[in-house]
């Protein structure tokens, strides 16, 4: 396949212009990119600038990024779909995650604080209530050796080597998880899954020796998660 040079013009799904201008080698080297009243949002001249790019269904700014040599190098941050609050600031390298970096729950609460090597997590710390509920090292983003603490800073569990218990949160801070690890991976206990657009109960389970056991809940709610995201 060739590679993407020279002058073009780019549509969103709602058949607007996001972005005219050029590109070299793959690259976005210089142009513009529009909102979908067309207005300008961002400009990048020979490879440099800082981008923005807006969710198409509420209009709500969903990332912006520093452009450097025609790709994502510098500081990211990300937004919220829903609220439009920050989700995510971190360093990037060649459009990768790579540094230092924090991540938010949707109530701009503190979720996780540490390091990414191109898109995985190193080690860091992870939080629930601004109280510290993890703090170890990673391998392919999983739990892989630290301590779990409970809600008054006490150690009540170790993980070593992908090997623990502890428990996981979702972004609105509810509780998804909690039971026994195998190799970094949910093993044995209670799973919960709650819509994001609704934030209703939508999965309700175990898992047992690694496989999820339980069902979807009652088409009401499938429903209703559609005509929500009809409306947003």
């Given at each position: 396949m060739a590679k993407k040079?020279?002058?073009?013009?780019?549509?969103?799904?709602?058949?607007y212009i996001e972005f005219e201008g050029e590109y070299l080698s793959w690259k976005i080297w210089n142009g513009k990119g529009y909102d979908k009243d067309h207005n300008v949002v961002y400009a990048i001249n020979n490879g440099k600038g800082y981008k923005k790019d807006f969710c198409t269904?509420?209009?709500?700014?969903?990332?912006?990024?520093?452009?450097l040599n025609g790709g994502i190098n510098g500081i990211v941050k990300k937004y919220h779909y829903l609220n439009g609050k920050l989700k995510f600031i971190g360093e990037y390298f060649n459009g990768s995650k790579n540094g230092k970096a924090k991540e938010y729950y949707l109530d701009e609460k503190l979720k996780y604080e540490g390091e990414y090597l191109y898109n995985f997590k190193l080690r860091g710390k992870e939080f629930h209530n601004e109280k510290l509920i993890?703090?170890?090292?990673?391998?392919?983003?999983?739990?892989?050796?630290?301590?779990?603490?409970?809600?008054?800073?006490?150690?009540?569990?170790?993980?070593?080597?992908?090997?623990?218990?502890?428990?996981?949160?979702d972004d609105n801070g509810n509780l998804i998880f909690e039971g026994e690890y195998l190799n970094g991976e949910m093993n044995q206990g209670i799973m919960k899954k709650y819509d994001t657009f609704t934030g209703k109960l939508s999965f309700e389970?175990?898992?047992?020796?690694?496989k999820k056991i339980g069902k979807e809940k009652n088409m009401i709610f499938l429903v209703e998660k559609y005509l929500l995201r009809e409306n947003i």
């Open positions: 040079n020279g002058k073009v013009k780019e549509y969103s799904s709602e058949g269904k509420n209009n709500k700014l969903s990332y912006e990024a520093e452009y993890y703090e170890g090292e990673y391998f392919l983003n999983k739990r892989w050796n630290g301590k779990i603490y409970d809600e008054n800073s006490n150690v009540i569990y170790e993980i070593k080597e992908g090997n623990g218990k502890g428990k996981e949160y389970g175990e898992y047992s020796n690694g």
